[in-house]
């Protein structure tokens, strides 16, 4: 079974900083969409970023943009998530996804979970006031 693997997760201080990493394997990683996700207790899973691993487009939630940033690193088809200024509301499990059959990326997939067949098991991000 594909399944994306996430690291990077811990527990900061509001304001601080993180960078979480994402290895997706195999083919997934190939011409695809992949994104990070975020669910926080209680509430539903909601997106945060995207990228295309080809064209290298992304896309970010208005939650995020201006502090974080996806990139990746093709060698090691690993998509990573800086995370800067952050604040105790960004506190959530975070996950990486990827589309089943590869594909483009539209802004809309950050509300359309439905898209992302593969997922990894998520880190956790805690931040502290």
């Known amino acids: 079974q594909v399944q994306m693997v996430e690291t990077g997760g811990g527990s900061v201080q509001s304001g601080g900083s993180l960078k979480l990493s994402c290895v997706a394997p195999?083919?997934?990683?190939?011409?695809?969409?992949i994104g990070w996700f975020r669910q926080a207790p209680g509430k539903e899973r909601e997106g945060v970023a995207l990228?295309?691993?080809?064209?290298?487009?992304?896309f970010y939630s208005d939650a995020v943009k201006g502090r974080f940033t996806i990139s990746q690193d093709k060698d090691k088809k690993t998509v990573y998530l800086q995370m800067n200024s952050l604040k105790p509301e960004d506190t959530a499990m975070y996950y990486c996804a990827a589309r089943m059959n590869g594909g483009y990326c539209y802004i809309t997939f950050l509300s359309q979970l439905r898209h992302f067949t593969y997922w990894g098991q998520g880190t956790q991000v805690a931040v502290s006031s």
């Open positions: 990228v295309h691993t080809i064209g290298g487009d992304t």
């Open positions: 195999g083919y997934t990683y190939n011409n695809n969409c």
